[in-house]
């Protein structure tokens, strides 16, 4: 039984359950969008109806329902229970339901992911127990489009392929200084201007090669994505970076910068010198105006602030910035960030958001109900501020969890391997890990071919970790289950690395530190 990611506890039993043209799909009134996707996924393959009826306990068929005596698993467990005569699915939330319905559809054979009838198949699901529930409560995957846009048919597909692996957030990277990727009514050269390009990079010396990259989000498209996800019980989180990474901002609006500009969009991967200036109240003005959509736009308890690589050479040398140093009474240009920062996440705690960061939200001075995402540096002061503060922690190792990395620097057995829970905290501390995300940044991510190749198989590796608990992991077993994941993702249509590429050699591994200075992977972003 090839499920991925291995269920907490499963024990299979003799005999299967036989789908036909007369099996019914039974669901209480909590699952009816449950019971639509599920009739979707199994009428397209196999040309049966599958009817939604009423829930009634004694019927044959397929049953969907809510089971408060299952509270014991938590929002997101559920109980999958396939018998000879029935298949029930029951969970004490609709989300639990939902995940138990990914478990049975990988138990059927890989060609009920087909969009069209498959004449001939055998659609048996074999019988089985399983009580199941995550490990971690956050289970993230980050696709960075500011380097480079993917468009709405990419994202909706990885959304379907995070459903299908339990994974419940979507960190979406949306400006950046390459582009700026989201429609602002407010702003509206934000996107007719900073989701434009000139041209991309090549190389590590940022030289162009002359081809344009445009691309943004409607509004419309936020919503029809966000809803679509919600469907699927994944929340969608959307970062908008500040101070730094702003330069698709600043050349749509260059009177937000210390220096008035011009700017260009950066055609190439790095950290620049020119921010949002921190001493115009303008700034603040326009960062809340952006916000204020944003929040429209997301119902995600969480808004993701970036706020890092942020240099101060131009706060150092701007009247404004200087003048708010000493109207504030701050030290110096690091206590500037540290204000400007702790405005933004006053303004979105006065919205009921919470603010996620990378590392530097770690910083003396900044409020302390911000979530970190740790990506790389010491964890000495992580490990501090969870034992103190007891603050809440995302983990993204960047040797381990970077999925643009080269599989020769990050290959299938070390993602798979990868552990977010340090070992120096004790139990009560280690709750403070809400859980793990993979990024993906994209500056050399052109086409949805490369998106995959990066992304699988490593992110199923990944995604075990995230909900298996931690003492029934296995690479071996992991592996053998793979291979008919993976037969799964190519009738999908994912261009996932073969197993040969996702782990290569021992002397290809020796070397991969060195492919840190190539371009499909970038030291000098996050």
Request: charge should be neutral.
């Amino acid at each position: 039984m090839n499920i991925l990611p291995l269920p907490a506890r499963l024990e299979p039993l003799p005999g299967a359950f036989q789908l036909t043209g007369d099996t019914l799909i039974y669901t209480d009134e909590a699952n009816r969008l449950n019971a639509g996707y599920l009739q979707q996924h199994l009428t397209l393959p196999t040309g049966f109806a599958f009817l939604i009826q009423p829930e009634i306990d004694t019927a044959l068929g397929i049953h969907l329902r809510i089971n408060p005596a299952l509270a014991h698993l938590g929002t997101e467990g559920y109980h999958l229970l396939a018998s000879p005569r029935v298949v029930i699915l029951e969970a004490p939330t609709p989300t639990g339901v939902f995940y138990a319905i990914q478990s049975l559809r990988q138990l059927l054979p890989a060609s009920i992911e087909y969009k069209q009838r498959m004449s001939g198949e055998d659609w048996r699901i074999p019988t089985v127990e399983i009580y199941d529930q995550p490990r971690f409560s956050w289970r993230g995957f980050m696709l960075d489009e500011g380097r480079h846009f993917q468009g709405k048919e990419a994202v909706l597909q990885t959304l379907e392929l995070m459903a299908l692996q339990k994974l419940n957030v979507f960190h979406w990277h949306l400006t950046e200084d390459q582009g700026w990727r989201i429609q602002i009514n407010a702003y509206p050269r934000l996107t007719e201007v900073g989701s434009h390009r000139p041209g991309t990079s090549r190389g590590l010396l940022g030289k162009q090669d002359g081809i344009p990259h445009t691309g943004f989000y409607t509004q419309a498209d936020v919503r029809e994505i966000v809803a679509y996800a919600a469907a699927r019980h994944i929340t969608v989180v959307p970062e908008i970076e500040f101070p730094g990474h702003s330069l698709a901002a600043l050349a749509s609006y260059p009177e937000l910068s210390c220096t008035g500009g011009p700017f260009q969009v950066a055609t190439h991967f790095g950290i620049f010198p020119d921010i949002y200036c921190a001493g115009k109240d303008s700034t603040f003005t326009f960062l809340q105006n952006v916000l204020d959509e944003v929040f429209e736009l997301f119902p995600s308890p969480y808004i993701h602030i970036g706020g890092d690589e942020a240099p101060k050479k131009r706060w150092k040398a701007c009247p404004d910035c200087q003048r708010r140093i000493r109207q504030e009474d701050l030290k110096d240009e690091h206590a500037l960030q540290i204000y400007f920062t702790n405005r933004i996440l006053k303004y979105l705690s006065q919205r009921g958001r919470r603010a996620i960061g990378w590392n530097q939200i770690l910083d003396a001075g900044l409020a302390r109900d911000a979530v970190v995402q740790y990506w790389l540096g010491s964890r000495q002061p992580l490990l501090q501020a969870i034992r103190e503060d007891q603050r809440q922690v995302v983990m993204s190792s960047f040797l381990d969890a970077y999925l643009d990395h080269s599989y020769s620097l990050t290959p299938l057995s070390r993602a798979y391997r990868y552990e977010p829970v340090p070992a120096e905290l004790d139990d009560a501390q280690s709750a403070c890990i809400l859980g793990l995300e993979f990024p993906l940044w994209s500056e050399h991510l052109r086409s949805r071919r490369r998106l995959d190749y990066q992304a699988y198989p490593r992110l199923s590796a990944m995604a075990e970790t995230a909900w298996t608990p931690k003492a029934q992991k296995d690479l071996g077993s992991f592996r053998q289950r793979l291979v008919h994941f993976l037969e799964r993702l190519g009738i999908m249509g994912v261009s996932f690395a073969s197993l040969e590429e996702a782990q290569p050699s021992r002397l290809k591994q020796a070397f991969g530190i060195f492919t840190i200075f190539v371009p499909q992977t970038k030291i000098s972003v996050k």
